[in-house]
């Protein structure tokens, strides 16, 4: 071409070079800035350079064909999502209507339109249990567990596993809750089920280190004392047993045997059998007195306080300073108008132990006979801070303050001694 004019698409460097504009000259305004993008991105991805003269609306849906299953499937999802939002709540509605088998078919549905909805799955399980079908609310729950490991979850699961008989399985999920769970209540909750698949099991050890946890978190909780009480008995019973089958001729066996019948009051069958271990092991500390008691007890003998007595003497020729055989020595003269020795026997028992409340109640009711009340109130005050619910050292207190003229303070120990009384008295159930 004339008058140095190169043709369009060429470079003083040849043909084929990038014009010299787009190396040397900067763009200004917004449309070069905007056709200088689209070269850059034409370029990176192997498009042509030449201008796409397409119209807008041909190249604005160029992808229509690619995204549109996409679009589909999203818009389908989202309708599932509808609808199994709308079985839930139904599902919701029948469970406050009392309604569960509706519940049950409404979760069902939801199950089949979104197998992936923990939420649902959960749900249903829990109406299985509601239901009373703790197979299929394990299955359900196990599902619910695998797509989202909620600990509430685990714990239902737990549970439904107990229900179906499945103790082994609830065992390690009851054993994470019970000690990652912070509310002493649900804990609490979670520790009983614990026990009871310990024992349920065979394993009375592990539910006792269980109850011990348990006592510490709800001390007073009835289902936690009753749960105690049977596994402290498994274990009592599982160790008598073995001791019958190792040792049959033991005294422990006779000890066990007298304990035994002394809490149910059996008093002149418990002397027996401390006879019995007398017999095996005459040397054995704390028989007689125990021996001793039963007698007093049983008022079987005319002569049982000189049995009780001798028993008595018996324990502390192998034990000297027993202050319960002393003070039971003090008890008997005292019985017999006997004031000197039982206010010696007495005396003897405080000086070895100034804290045993019986040895200074009984001083105190030798004192009271003596009309000594300052010296009296002055031993039972001291037991009076050992055991300030004590029958005997309130009724005793009673005394000594009316003795002493004191009569406000003696209403007060009146009332007192009452309400101590009232509350020892066993409750008696109605018919119904």
């Not at 609808?83 to 199950?111: C, N």
Request: charged share 25%; glycine share 6%.
């Amino acid at each position: 071409m004339g008058g140095g004019r190169m043709a369009r698409g060429t470079t003083a460097g040849g043909a084929g070079e990038r014009p010299k504009c787009l190396n040397t000259r900067r763009s200004t305004g917004p449309k070069s800035a905007v056709m200088t993008t689209q070269s850059a991105i034409r370029n990176r991805y192997g498009i042509l350079a030449a201008v796409d003269r397409r119209p807008v609306l041909q190249r604005r849906w160029r992808w229509a064909p690619a995204v549109a299953p996409l679009l589909g499937a999203v818009l389908l999802w989202a309708q599932k999502d509808i609808d199994v939002r709308a079985h839930l709540e139904r599902a919701e509605q029948a469970l406050q209507r009392s309604d569960p088998e509706t519940a049950r078919k409404e979760l069902q549905e939801a199950v089949r339109l979104n197998p992936s909805s923990a939420e649902a799955h959960a749900r249903l399980g829990m109406v299985y249990r509601k239901l009373g079908m703790p197979a299929q609310a394990a299955e359900s729950l196990e599902q619910a567990v695998r797509l989202e490991p909620d600990p509430r979850v685990k714990v239902l699961l737990a549970f439904s596993y107990k229900e179906a008989g499945r103790h082994r399985d609830a065992i390690p999920l009851l054993e994470a809750s019970f000690e990652s769970e912070q509310k002493d209540s649900l804990r609490s909750v979670v520790g009983q089920h614990l026990v009871e698949c310990h024992m349920a099991v065979g394993a009375p050890e592990q539910a006792l280190a269980v109850v011990q946890k348990l006592r510490q978190i709800a001390p007073d909780d009835p289902g936690v004392l009753y749960l105690s009480s049977k596994v402290y008995l498994t274990l009592w019973n599982g160790a008598f047993q073995r001791m019958m089958a190792k040792a049959p001729d033991s005294y422990q066996v006779h000890l066990i045997r007298a304990e035994a019948l002394e809490a149910q009051e059996k008093f002149t069958e418990a002397a027996g059998e401390y006879r019995q271990v007398l017999k095996i092991a005459p040397q054995t500390a704390g028989i007689h007195y125990r021996l001793a008691r039963m007698i007093l007890r049983g008022g079987a003998s005319a002569d049982a306080d000189q049995e009780a007595l001798a028993e008595f003497r018996k324990e502390l020729e192998i034990n000297p300073g027993d202050v319960h055989a002393i003070a039971g020595v003090g008890e008997i003269h005292l019985s017999r108008n006997r004031l000197e020795e039982a206010a010696r026997s007495f005396q003897q028992a405080v000086s070895l132990q100034p804290g045993y409340v019986p040895a200074r109640v009984g001083l105190a009711k030798v004192l009271i006979a003596e009309k000594q009340w300052s010296n009296a109130l002055e031993h039972l005050e001291a037991a009076s801070k050992q055991a300030p619910d004590e029958e005997a050292v309130v009724y005793n207190l009673m005394i000594v303050y009316r003795g002493l003229g004191r009569s406000d303070d003696a209403r007060r120990a009146f009332d007192q001694f009452q309400r101590l009384k009232e509350q020892s008295r066993p409750k008696v159930t109605p018919p119904q």
